[in-house]
C-alpha cells in the first residue's frame, strides 16, 4: 500500500452547491426536533484494516467510501455541507489492542458514524464503546450471525449478509460438486465458527459427510498437523474459512497432492493470488463472497479515484459496492432526518432502506427527499432493506472460480433471505 496519512479528510474535489438545509419531517422516522442536535457537518470514520490479515481489504474499503464521498459531495452534500471523512487502522483480531485506540480517536473527533470494522470479531472489541456513544456503527463486511442480536441499542448496521446466508451457499455448492467426505478448515473465531457451523450443517442436511472440522487459532502459520488429518480423515473436498491464513494452509495441501481445484473459499479469504508461487494449483477451485456481479462502470470509478488519491492500482473490489452503498445510507439517512446527529440517522436508516420511491444513488435520492417524497435506496450490492436488527434481509452471494493466473470470475449470483 502506498503511504498515506490515516486521518486525511476527504470532502471531494468539487465545488458545492449551497443549499438551505431542510428538515424534511414529512419523510422522515421522527421528528428532527426529538433528536439530539448535530452540528451540521455528516463527520464519517473508517475503522479499516490498513495492516494486518485482512489488509487486503482495505484499498476497495476505501475506494468505496471515497468514492461515495465525492458523489455525494458532487450532488451538494449532506444539508449543504460537504460530508468529511477520516481514516483509522483497526488491525485484527491479533492486535486487539489497535481497534478501539482507532474508535477513541473517532470518537474524540466527533464522528457521527463510524465505517467498519471489516471483521467481525474486530467489531467485537468497539461496538459497545460506539454504540453506547449514540454514534452509528455500520459495517460493509461483518457476517457473524451472533451479531443481529446484539445489545447496541439500534445503533449497529450492515450492509454484508449474516453468514446464515454465505454458509448456506457455500455447503450447498460443495454438496452439488458432487462431493461427498467434506473436510473444514477453520479460524477459531467469531466469524470462523460462525461460518462453519451453519456450513457443516448444511452439508450433513445434504446429505454429504463432514469427515473433519478442525479449528485454528488467527494468525496461525503452520498447518502440516491440521492438513495431515484432514487428509487422514479422507476428505475429498476442503472449505477453508480464514483470513490470510489461507497463504500458507494451501501450500500445505499442496504438499501433500491435495487436489487443489477441490479447495473451496470464502469471503474472507477469496483474494487475487496471481503473485503466489502456487496460482496454478488453485485452478477450479470455488469460492463465495457477498454481492452480486458489480458493475463494471463503478468499478472503474472507483479504480480511478483510488489511483488518484493513493497513486495505486485497485485490484481487489471484495466490499467495494457494500462499502460505497454504506455511506452513501448515512447520508440519506442524515438528509432524511435534517440532522447529523447519530441518533437521528440511526433512526432513518431503516426508512431509507425500505419502501417509497426507489433511488439508486445520492443524487436521486437527495432530490425526492427534498420533494418530500419517502425513499427506499437500491445500491450497487443490492435491495440492502435493513430489518429491526440493522441486517439487510434481501441480500445476494456470489459463487467464483479460479482460473490458472490465481484470479477469479464470477460464475453465478445465488440471491436468497440472509436472517433465517
Not at 484499498?59 to 460530508?83: M, S, T, W, Y
Not at 425526492?368 to 429491526?388: R, T
Amino acid at each position: 500500500m502506498s503511504a498515506f496519512s490515516t486521518s486525511r479528510k476527504y470532502s471531494g474535489a468539487v465545488a458545492l452547491v449551497a443549499a438551505a438545509a431542510l428538515a424534511l419531517s414529512g419523510c422522515a422516522s421522527t421528528p428532527a426536533s426529538e433528536y439530539a442536535a448535530g452540528d451540521g457537518v455528516l463527520k464519517l470514520g473508517g475503522v479499516i484494516p490498513l495492516t494486518g490479515a485482512l489488509s487486503f481489504l482495505s484499498p476497495p474499503e476505501i475506494a468505496g467510501a471515497e468514492l461515495a464521498v465525492a458523489d455525494i459531495n458532487a450532488a451538494g452534500g449532506v444539508l449543504g455541507k460537504p460530508v468529511e471523512w477520516s481514516v483509522e487502522d483497526s488491525s485484527d483480531g491479533d492486535h486487539p489492542e489497535i481497534a478501539p485506540a482507532s474508535a477513541t480517536k473517532l470518537l474524540s473527533e466527533g464522528v457521527d458514524a463510524v465505517v467498519g470494522a471489516a471483521a467481525s470479531g474486530v467489531t467485537r472489541l468497539i461496538i459497545d464503546q460506539i454504540t453506547k456513544n449514540k454514534t452509528v456503527q455500520i459495517s460493509m463486511s461483518n457476517t457473524a450471525p451472533d451479531l443481529t442480536d446484539w445489545k447496541d441499542g439500534g445503533y449497529y448496521f450492515r450492509t454484508a449478509p449474516s453468514d446464515l446466508l454465505q454458509g448456506a451457499i457455500v455447503g450447498n455448492q460443495i454438496v452439488a460438486d458432487g462431493n461427498e467426505n467434506v473436510a473444514i478448515i477453520y479460524q477459531q473465531t467469531a466469524y470462523g465458527e460462525g461460518l462453519e457451523a451453519k456450513a457443516k450443517a448444511v452439508i450433513e442436511a445434504a446429505g454429504a459427510t463432514v469427515v473433519s472440522s478442525l479449528p485454528f487459532p488467527e494468525a496461525e502459520t503452520n498447518f502440516d498437523t491440521i492438513v495431515d488429518q484432514t487428509i487422514a480423515a479422507g476428505a475429498d473436498s476442503v472449505l477453508v474459512v480464514s483470513y490470510d491464513e489461507i497463504k500458507k494452509i494451501v501450500p500445505a495441501l499442496q504438499k501433500k497432492n491435495f487436489d487443489g481445484s477441490k479447495i473451496y473459499f470464502v469471503d474472507g479469504n477469496l483474494a487475487n493470488f496471481s503473485d503466489q508461487s502456487w496460482k496454478g494449483y488453485i485452478e477450479g477451485a470455488k469460492g463465495t463472497l457477498p454481492g452480486g456481479d458489480t458493475d463494471a462502470a463503478f468499478k472503474q470509478r472507483a479504480a480511478d479515484l483510488y489511483q488518484t488519491n493513493h497513486g495505486e492500482e485497485l485490484t481487489e473490489f471484495a466490499y467495494l459496492a457494500e462499502t460505497y452503498d454504506a455511506v452513501v445510507l448515512l447520508a440519506l439517512a442524515a438528509q432524511q432526518a435534517g440532522n447529523d446527529s447519530g441518533e437521528a440517522i440511526a433512526a432513518n436508516m431503516q426508512s431509507v432502506s425500505t419502501g417509497g420511491e426507489k433511488v439508486t444513488d445520492f443524487a436521486a435520492g437527495l432530490a425526492a427527499l427534498e420533494a418530500g417524497k419517502d425513499i427506499d435506496y437500491d445500491g450497487f450490492s443490492g435491495p440492502i432493506e435493513f430489518d429491526d436488527n440493522g441486517d439487510p434481509t434481501g441480500a445476494s452471494i456470489g459463487i467464483h472460480q479460479y482460473g490458472k493466473e490465481g484470479t477469479y470470475t464470477l460464475l453465478e449470483v445465488v440471491a436468497g433471505n440472509s436472517v433465517k
